[in-house]
């Protein structure tokens, strides 16, 4: 079957495209060829800059021409990659030879074998793959999540005077404000978000061992570590590991995964909350003219887009787990399994993406139901017994604890009625009894974020 979008095999490239298309960019096969290109093009250049005396003849005029082959890197270029890969059974191969037919054709034939020199396809690889994932989650996962942040902090501003019944153990509890729940979301976000851009972004960069074996031998008198470090910073823009086996160590991937998981994590807490707002009828939903929510019941409107974004999370970090857990992982210098772990770290920022969006889209659905909420709150008036023993704790009331307990541990309504009757009843003045009557479950809320 012709490969389209009804004919992939994975959701991320058929059914949920259009909605992720953003990452093409970045952990495509055509983007990691373009990336590859990006490195061996900018490792040339770093080359004639020291110079080597081969290349001290270079025309410093033509570092744009060669700039010019990844700026304008298209779809026709990676097919040519792609039929030289046919031959020769290897990807990072296929580009230098690519390369050096570029060469050719800019009349550069006497320098071409100073592509790709001295290095493994691994020096390739570990610098072009951290470059996309830093580009994918600087362009695209980060503002997102920006986007999303922003969203909530509207929201809690919005609502930030909202009483709303808590629940602890799913029982009724202390009253609170809607906008400060939103506000525990924000801040758990935020506080992982920055911890998040702190992570930097390393890469192995030290021929087929790590050591620079083919470069001292060739160069003995040149500080190859040096000029590495120099070249991963000034131009990729990356940080170098110092000491490396054939490949990087991916330990700062786990980091980077692992920090995007506990993100998710805290997203799927935001979502079954929120589900649960909806069932209690907290929240009503916008209704879209057209849709259907059951084949079978026409009344459903189901809460869809939190279900979508829960869903995509959990595997998202099911894959972001397997990557941290793997990739740092390998026998001795080098095995081969870390190449196609890594081609599958689109995947789980994909299915990420995908949740983003279905849970900006279910809060854009949210039609606040102040009506319910504030039933809820005046079903519960026993929730006001924290308030009242506290108060008599500070007055040395004898056990009010133990007196607010009998009164509202037991399976029948408590209501204003009941609450105000006890506090008629107590041996305070009329003042404190005052002060306790003025505590309802719509104002005792506590101190505003």
Not at 70 to 82: E, G, M, P, V
Request: with cysteine; proline share 4%.
């Amino acid at each position: 079957m012709e490969l389209q979008i009804l004919t992939a095999i994975s959701p991320v490239d058929g059914r949920y495209r259009d909605k992720v298309e953003e990452l093409g960019d970045y952990f495509s096969e055509f983007a990691l060829i373009k990336y590859r290109v990006f490195v061996e093009i900018e490792y040339f250049i770093a080359l004639t800059e020291i110079p080597l005396p081969q290349l001290s003849s270079f025309n410093v005029e033509l570092k744009s021409g060669l700039r010019n082959i990844y700026d304008s890197f298209d779809l026709n270029d990676a097919r040519r990659i792609k039929e030289i890969e046919k031959v020769t059974n290897h990807d990072v191969k296929a580009v230098e030879y690519f390369l050096k037919e570029k060469f050719d054709s800019l009349g550069l034939e006497k320098f071409k074998e100073f592509i790709h020199f001295g290095l493994t396809s691994q020096d390739i690889n570990n610098t072009a793959v951290p470059c996309s994932l830093r580009d994918a989650i600087q362009n695209v996962y980060i503002p997102l999540v920006d986007e999303l942040i922003a969203k909530l902090e509207g929201m809690a501003f919005a609502w930030e005077d909202v009483s709303m019944l808590a629940k602890t153990h799913g029982q009724p509890a202390s009253p609170t404000r809607l906008g400060k729940e939103i506000k525990v979301f924000i801040e758990r976000l935020n506080v992982q978000v920055e911890l998040l851009k702190g992570i930097p972004c390393y890469a192995k960069f030290g021929g087929a061992t790590g050591n620079f074996n083919a470069h001292h031998v060739a160069y003995p008198l040149i500080d190859w570590v040096d000029f590495a470090n120099n070249f991963v910073r000034d131009a990729l823009h990356l940080e170098r590991s110092q000491a490396t086996t054939q490949i990087a160590h991916y330990d700062n991937y786990g980091a980077i995964f692992d920090n995007m998981k506990r993100i998710n994590t805290r997203l799927i807490d935001f979502d079954r909350d929120f589900w649960t707002y909806i069932s209690m009828n907290y929240f009503k939903q916008q209704i879209k003219k057209g849709e259907i929510g059951s084949s079978a019941m026409p009344h459903k409107i189901n809460p869809i887009d939190f279900e979508n974004s829960e869903g995509n999370l959990g595997i998202a970090n099911a894959i972001f787990e397997h990557l941290s857990a793997k990739l740092p992982i390998s026998r001795l210098q080098r095995d081969l399994t870390d190449s196609t772990v890594l081609r599958n770290i689109g995947v789980p920022l994909a299915h990420t993406i995908l949740a983003i969006k279905s849970t900006l889209k279910g809060l854009d659905k949210l039609l606040l139901n102040t009506e319910v909420i504030e039933r809820d709150l005046e079903d519960n008036w026993a929730v006001v017994a924290e308030a009242i023993q506290t108060i008599l704790r500070r007055e040395s009331y004898p056990n009010p604890f133990e007196a607010l307990k009998d009164l509202t541990r037991v399976n029948r309504k408590i209501d204003r009625e009941v609450i105000h009757e006890f506090i008629d009843k107590l041996a305070v003045s009329e003042e404190i009894k005052n002060e306790l009557k003025h505590i309802t479950p719509h104002n005792y809320t506590g101190v505003a974020i």
